[in-house]
């Protein structure tokens, strides 16, 4: 995503029709990189949009496995015009949290 050089539209508002938009794109011949931008701009699209009704302000935490995606991350940031922060170690953030809840409760 990341490499991608082209700006690919992906509409689909389900994990299925975004599967077909896919399979479209890759007969069209369109290349990896701006497939992936796709679907990473597409994403974070719909939780930009659903942050927006929310009122959601910086700053603005990403935490788990996701944020290890770069190109996802990048497309979010852009959605949202923010800097996210994002957790060292940020795949456990919930297995830290759990066990410090239980470490608390004894």
Do not use: W, Y
């Amino acid at each position: 995503a990341l490499k991608s050089t082209n700006l690919v539209p992906m509409n689909a508002q389900c994990a299925v029709f975004a599967e077909s938009e896919v399979v479209s794109l890759i007969h069209t011949r369109t290349s990896k990189e701006d497939i992936a931008r796709a679907i990473c701009d597409a994403m974070a699209g719909r939780i930009g949009s659903m942050s927006r009704r929310i009122s959601i302000t910086p700053p603005i935490a990403l935490a788990g496995g996701v944020a290890r995606n770069k190109g996802f991350v990048r497309s979010l940031e852009n959605d949202l015009k923010v800097d996210l922060l994002i957790p060292p170690d940020t795949e456990f953030v919930c297995a830290i949290g759990v066990a410090l809840m239980v470490s608390e409760e004894k």
